[in-house]
């Protein structure tokens, strides 16, 4: 049982260049979201998907897509990466969206665009 | 809107006593759940622990106690006889609405000293 997976763990892109972070999660969980972490601030919502084929807008969507093809894989593109994507990437997921389910988490992703 | 609020950027604690970190929420829905999260310094995100608005009690976690009082819409964070690997990054959250998402503060940096 290997909970959340974040895969890659770090990479580097050059302005421009495209690529996807993908997640997986192995405890059968509805819920899947991506977060970004950017230093002195907590993590902020970027996308979230309440199931299979379905995805959804965050706090911070702009520069973002994602896809939920199959229920234990979430993931997060960047068609064009800027600077300004340069953050860390989490991905989490929970049975469900209600207030006391827990969400569980992955080891991050570091992306850096230089 | 809902908001999260550390106001403790950074905290010292000396070995073997005991710490709060504060956090106040805001939110208008009556039905929400409080989380305080761990990120050490290899950046993988902690679950600690989690208390319900309607719960009556203060939720318990070994050395981890949440301190809820909701009339002032705080959740402090008590962590006794710190240990050195206590030192950390301690993030409060909160959890409801629709999304299911968490709303994360900034975070506080604890610092046990031995």
């Known amino acids: 049982n290997a909970g959340v997976t974040q895969t890659p763990k770090f990479r580097v892109l050059k302005t421009g260049q495209s690529m996807t972070l993908l997640c997986a999660q192995d405890?059968?969980?509805?819920?899947m979201y991506w977060y970004r972490q950017d230093p002195g601030m907590g993590l902020r919502l970027i996308h979230y998907?309440?199931?299979?084929?379905?995805?959804a807008k965050g706090e911070v969507p702009d520069g973002y897509n994602v896809s939920r093809l199959k229920k234990q894989n979430f993931l997060l593109g960047l068609e064009s990466a800027a600077p300004s994507q340069t953050s860390v990437y989490f991905c989490?997921?929970?049975?469900?969206?209600?207030?006391?389910?827990?969400?569980?988490f992955g080891p991050g992703t570091r992306l850096t665009v230089t | 809107a809902q908001k999260i609020t550390q106001t403790q950027p950074g905290m010292f604690v000396q070995e073997k006593e005991a710490v709060t970190l504060d956090c106040t929420y805001d939110?208008?829905?009556?039905?929400?759940?409080l989380f305080w999260y761990k990120q050490p310094s290899s950046g993988e995100m902690i679950f600690l622990i989690y208390?319900?608005?309607?719960?009556?009690q203060n939720a318990t976690e070994g050395r981890y106690s949440l301190n809820f009082q909701k009339a002032r819409k705080s959740a402090n964070l008590v962590i006794s006889a710190s240990q050195l690997g206590d030192s950390a990054m301690y993030f409060c959250?909160?959890?409801?609405?629709?999304?299911?998402?968490?709303?994360f503060g900034k975070g506080t940096k604890l610092s046990v000293k031995p």
């Open positions: 989490a997921s929970s049975v469900a969206g209600g207030e006391a389910y827990e969400q569980y």
């Open positions: 405890m059968n969980h509805e819920y």
């Open positions: 998907s309440v199931g299979e084929g379905t995805t």
């Open positions: 939110t208008s829905d009556p039905s929400y759940g």
């Open positions: 208390q319900g608005s309607y719960d009556q």
């Open positions: 959250a909160m959890r409801g609405g629709s999304q299911g998402n968490l709303i």
